[in-house]
């Protein structure tokens, strides 16, 4: 996995307007700087906005959510502040659509089911465990899942979350034994070798929070033999 990102022609813009830039994240980038100092895709997306536009100094940017860093897919800046504050509401009010596409190794127990959980987290480890009964500072997690692919060795599952957990679909996923392809630390038996895990935000949907039109927004998966079979 590559620890930068090495140039803005990497950036795969999705959608763009005054208001707010949509990206699609390559799995190894972090959305915001962290302690290992390696460079952020926000970083990334404010030079690539400074110069297409040739703003003087520093470009507004305002992070509205992330993704793991082995994870790819669709993330959400603000341009402005009013645009971060209006979707930082539609976030918390859970009035955005999020679909995820998960390669897994087993086949899940139903062909669709919802998932219902009590997930804790531990700091220490950056990992979150799934409870079916609520425990001392848990929080609730809950996703539908459904099967949509099969492939030769793996299945595609396509995940509508309900909740924003750390590591939430990770967690969910591998308590019924459905582990995402490259996910060591949620029970896979190897790595991928570029550090990736095969899970992708997919699919965002919401009301555009300054023109209020309905935006949809599909990403597509990294380049890669199995991500490719499965949009066949």
Not at 84 to 96: D, H
């Amino acid at each position: 996995m590559s620890k930068t990102l090495s140039n803005k022609n990497n950036l795969q813009i999705l959608y763009e307007d005054n208001h707010i830039i949509i990206v699609n994240k390559r799995p190894g980038d972090i959305v915001q700087g962290d302690k290992t100092g390696d460079a952020p895709l926000s970083e990334v997306v404010k030079e690539y906005i400074a110069k297409k536009y040739n703003k003087p100094g520093a470009a507004y940017l305002g992070v509205v959510h992330r993704l793991d860093r082995p994870t790819s897919g669709i993330v959400v800046f603000a341009r402005t502040s009013k645009a971060l504050s209006r979707l930082n509401q539609l976030f918390a009010n859970k009035e955005v659509q999020k679909t995820y596409w998960a390669v897994v190794k087993n086949q899940p127990p139903k062909a669709h089911d919802t998932l219902v959980h009590w997930l804790k987290r531990n700091p220490k480890q950056n990992k979150s465990y799934a409870h079916k009964n609520e425990v001392p500072n848990s929080k609730k997690a809950s996703l539908d899942y459904r099967m949509i692919k099969k492939l030769d060795h793996y299945y595609l599952l396509e995940i509508e979350l309900h909740t924003g957990r750390h590591h939430q679909i990770r967690s969910q996923l591998s308590s019924i034994g459905c582990h995402i392809k490259g996910d060591l630390k949620y029970g896979a038996d190897r790595s991928n070798k570029d550090g990736s895990i095969h899970l992708h935000a997919r699919r965002l949907s919401f009301i555009h929070p300054v023109k209020k039109e309905p935006l949809i927004i599909v990403a597509p998966p990294p380049p890669d033999p199995i991500w490719d079979n499965c949009l066949l």
